[in-house]
């Protein structure tokens, strides 16, 4: 939607207020993936949130790094109750406790970990593996999965090994993935700190207008610090509300048009923007989704559904 000739001052605009890479090379390696709910969620055994910056800064500040694919995606898993475990990660990281992370590789942390580390050697660690996969792997292999097809995990992590100072450690016998939430959530949801909470709502299928995002940033100065956060599940997250401010909060979402209640249909559907307008689309499925949303709400049924208007199904 965004319209000819403007392209170049909206970039700017965006990269003025931090929302972009450092630069433009990196843009398409930022592929992290951590809680909204980091440093704030009571079930987290580690605030990850520190350790994410210095990766992000990996990942922009090397240059070798930018080869890799733009789907090549990192997870960094606190241990949240308000995390997206399920979507899988060419590298994933987990808390097992305050100082110790597990490793995984080609899924996501529901998996069984191949090694523990430190959480003061992850960034090093990090470094070594994502060189040493862009060494090993051949043109055709842009995804941590299509290496491991040719080459056992065992190996990869000897090769490792021998890159780095400190050893990789067995991963942890008695591994619980965190419990974690099956649909998108909405509402209010409890906060590490007494008297704080977490209040969630949903974009109707992951759209947000102009006029919701000035209401919104009013929002959030008044009641949440001034932060907005986006969660995976195309919504918002504002964190450290008031208790006895929550539920003003989740009404002003609701007036703005968010899904801030857990039991609406919509939470549970996605839908790719469609024909009115991709010019690959052969059917308008985000007007499709609405329509399917009217009738679930009336149905009682709260079905998870991916709408795609083409093959290529994309919008999850
Ligand atoms: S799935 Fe197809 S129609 Fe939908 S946004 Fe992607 S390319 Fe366009």
Redesign the pocket.
């Known amino acids: 939607g965004v319209l000819p000739g403007q392209e170049s001052a909206l970039i700017g605009a965006l990269l003025a207020a931090g929302v972009g890479p450092r630069v433009a090379a990196a843009d398409d390696v930022r592929n992290l993936l951590l809680s909204p709910a980091a440093g704030l969620d009571p079930q987290a055994r580690m605030d990850v949130r520190p350790l994410a910056g210095q990766l992000l800064d990996l990942l922009q500040d090397t240059p070798a790094l930018h080869a890799l694919s733009a789907k090549f995606a990192l997870q960094l898993d606190g241990g949240e109750a308000l995390a997206m475990r399920e979507h899988p990660h060419d590298l994933w990281l987990a808390a097992a406790d305050e100082r110790h992370l597990l490793l995984g590789l080609a899924g996501c942390p529901s998996d069984a970990p191949l090694a523990r580390i430190e959480a003061a050697q992850a960034v090093e660690l990090v470094r070594q593996l994502l060189l040493l996969f862009l060494e090993l792997a051949t043109p055709e292999q842009s995804r941590m999965r299509q290496l491991l097809a040719q080459l056992p995990a065992s190996e990869l992590l000897q090769r490792l090994q021998a890159r780095l100072d400190v050893p990789l450690q067995p991963p942890t016998a008695d591994w619980q993935t965190p419990a974690g939430v099956e649909r998108a959530p909405a509402g209010i949801y409890p906060q590490a700190r007494a008297g704080l909470c977490m209040v969630v709502a949903g974009a109707q299928l992951g759209r947000l207008h102009a006029e919701q995002l000035l209401a919104l940033a009013e929002l959030s100065e008044r009641h949440a610090g001034g932060e907005l956060r986006l969660t995976p599940w195309q919504g918002l997250l504002l964190g450290n509300v008031p208790q006895a401010e929550a539920a003003t909060l989740c009404n002003a979402l609701g007036e703005l048009g968010l899904l801030h209640e857990a039991g609406d249909p919509l939470l549970g559907l996605v839908a790719?923007?469609?024909?009115a307008a991709?010019a690959?689309?052969?059917a308008d499925?985000k007007h499709h989704a609405l329509h399917l949303a009217e009738l679930l709400r009336a149905n009682g049924a709260r079905p998870q559904a991916h709408l795609?208007?083409?093959p290529?199904?994309?919008?999850s």
């Open positions: 790719c923007t469609g024909s991709c690959r689309g052969l499925s795609s208007a083409c290529r199904s994309c919008a």
